[in-house]
């Protein structure tokens, strides 16, 4: 995530300043900013340790609870994910924000993935699926329609890209039955949508591979487009009659 000038100060001065928070599972720095047409906050997260990283993702507002991103609001705030939950402090000036959170995980959670083949699931696992909010009804889901006994990090894929039971499922009422994982989240990473395919097919194109719309997508090639070239066709076969 691309820091403001307006967030760089803040979020040194919470560095020094702030508290730390009780020692957990996770805890790390956050950073964010607010996106307010799309109701949406950009947050970063960075975690501590060994194995530290940072993850960036979008969460609608409405995610969290207690939270207040008027100027200088400083009141904690948390979102709650069925894996764990997330708790937050820090401030917010110019629409950024900054400061610690921690990540605790849940044991019910554990117990229930435990159940549905993921035994033993680590700290580091659940912060993961908490983030990406793969929850235990996604499990089941998916092993519904055949994706089952997924591996952990295919789950993560899961939820990074937002391969859902309805997606799923409206593609293979398209004629994109019995995709595979990678399939789909190809599908997803490129943004073949539902509309894309029946934009295509509404233009002819009825025997397009899931490889051949994830082609065009990667070249920017839309209805219009086509369109287009459908239209200078016919204009060049005008020209050429006698």
């Known amino acids: 995530m691309t820091r403001s000038p307006h967030l760089l100060p803040l979020f ?9 928070l009780a020692a957990s599972t996770h805890t790390g720095t956050w950073t964010a900013s607010v996106k307010e047409k799309e109701a949406q906050l950009e947050l970063s997260l960075r975690t501590k340790g060994e194995r ?5 993702m979008s969460v609608p507002l409405t995610a ?3 939270l207040s991103t008027a100027e200088g609001s400083t009141a904690p705030f948390r979102m709650t994910r069925e894996a764990g939950t997330f708790s937050f402090e820090g401030r917010f000036a110019g629409g950024e924000g900054a400061g610690h959170y921690q990540f605790e995980p849940s044991e019910a959670y554990a117990k229930a993935m435990s159940g549905l083949g993921y035994p033993k699931l680590t700290p580091d696992d659940q912060f993961k699926l908490a983030l990406f909010e793969v929850t235990t009804t996604r499990v089941k889901e998916l092993a519904t329609l ?3 006994d997924l591996p952990l990090e295919e789950l993560f894929q899961v939820g990074i890209f937002q391969v859902t039971a309805e997606y799923i499922r409206t593609l293979s009422s398209l004629g994109y039955g019995k995709l595979s994982l990678e399939q789909l989240v190809q599908c997803r990473i490129h943004n073949v949508t539902p509309e894309f395919i029946r934009d295509m097919k509404g233009l002819g194109l009825q025997s397009l591979s899931a490889e051949d719309l994830v082609k065009l997508r990667i070249h920017g090639i839309d209805s219009d487009f086509v369109r287009s070239l459908s239209g200078g066709k016919r204009e060049g076969d005008a020209r050429r009659k006698p």
Do not use: N, S, T
């Not at 530290?52 to 960036?56: K, N, T």
């Open 64 to 66: 969290f609870q207690g």
């Open 146 to 148: 055949g994706y089952r």
């Open 12 to 20: 040194a001065a919470l560095l020094v300043a702030a508290p730390v």
């Open 52 to 56: 530290g990283g940072q993850m960036g």
